[in-house]
């Protein structure tokens, strides 16, 4: 079967994600379980991947072509902040 360049191309590459919520967290739903899976199933295919979260809590670790840079030590207590 012959490769395209594409597929060579998407393997090298080196992405910085941002997740909408600050929050990043496999144990919750919505966006912070959204922004976990959407980076577990892209660590499968891209090389490498940053992802600037404000406070990660995670049960299940991600792949180690995956870098989680925390700005918060842990969650907010905030409800401003949360929302």
Do not use: C, Q, W
Request: aromatic share 10%.
């Amino acid at each position: 079967m012959k490769s395209n360049s594409y597929d060579n191309d998407v393997r090298d590459l080196r992405i910085l994600i941002s997740p909408a919520h600050y929050f990043f967290s496999d144990k919750y739903g919505s966006e912070p379980g959204y922004s976990y899976s959407i980076v577990k199933h892209l660590a499968k295919t891209i090389s490498h991947i940053d992802v600037i979260v404000g406070s990660p809590d995670i049960l299940n670790p991600l792949p180690s072509n995956v870098n989680i840079l925390s700005i918060y030590g842990d969650r907010s207590k905030n409800p401003l902040i949360e929302l």
